[in-house]
């Protein structure tokens, strides 16, 4: 006998109430207003328990509600990042600086993505554009200049040796306890290397008892009438 077929909104196996984010992420959706959701972000952001699975199915939900609000697609792209979903948050970031073309933070973490892809050129770039902003407004922040200087440094080994080995480069730092700075710099704990979910950008990048095979949990938001958000699909790469 055949189970009955499930719903759109209902979870895959293995993704119920047991697993405390799902939990979290389901009371967020019964009013996905702004507020709630940067403040869901802050707070998965802090969560070591986070996975790609976790940041994959969220983003379906923000990116049919907020795909106007910069600073939510902002707080997305950097769980992408911090789950080391890399092509991902690329997407979400070029989408919320597109929303801005003159706010900073877009440039600074699509830096640092593009470092981690092993594109210290097109890194250097973003960065450079982060840190002129940031004098500009008056901004201070160290990590953007930080990452500049890793970019310039890598520069050289992406001419000579290809993306491949910047990636190499920056994720063995990485693993010998650079600072992660794209979470929030207000969180004392100790940060741990967070295994990549992304595929790989570049052969062996990513060893393959690395990689997560499990279906993302599915979010179904709920509409307030309160809320007068304006959506469209978040633009994909060219």
């Known amino acids: 006998m055949q189970p009955p077929p499930r719903g759109p909104s209902a979870p895959p196996t293995g993704a119920g109430d047991d697993d405390p984010i799902v ?27 986070l996975r790609g699975q976790h940041v994959e199915g969220l983003a379906r939900a923000i990116q049919q509600r907020h795909a106007q609000h910069q600073a939510i697609l902002v707080a997305l792209g950097r769980l992408q990042l911090q789950v080391g979903k890399l092509s991902d948050a690329q997407q979400t970031l070029v989408a919320a600086g597109r929303l801005d073309p003159e706010a900073r933070d877009p440039y600074r973490y699509l830096g640092e993505v593009l470092l981690r892809r092993g594109d210290a050129a097109r890194a250097e770039r973003m960065l450079e554009k982060a840190v002129d902003i940031e004098k500009r407004s008056a901004q201070s922040d160290q990590s953007s200049s930080d990452w500049l200087s890793r970019a310039r ?29 794209s979470l929030p710099p207000r969180s004392a704990r100790p940060i741990e290397p967070v295994p990549f979910d992304d595929e790989p950008t570049h052969i062996g990048q990513v060893p393959e008892n690395l990689r997560r095979m499990a279906t993302p949990p599915v979010f179904e938001t709920t509409d307030h009438e309160d809320d007068n958000l304006i959506t469209n699909e978040i633009p994909a790469l060219r």
């Open 153 to 181: 440094a890598l520069k050289p080994v992406q001419d000579a040796q290809g993306e491949g080995a910047v990636a190499a480069d920056i994720a063995q730092q990485i693993a010998q306890g650079l600072r992660r700075s």
């Open 23 to 49: 939990a979290r992420i389901r009371a967020w959706a019964r009013r996905p207003t702004a507020e709630e959701t940067l403040a869901l972000c802050d707070e998965l952001a802090r969560n070591t328990g």
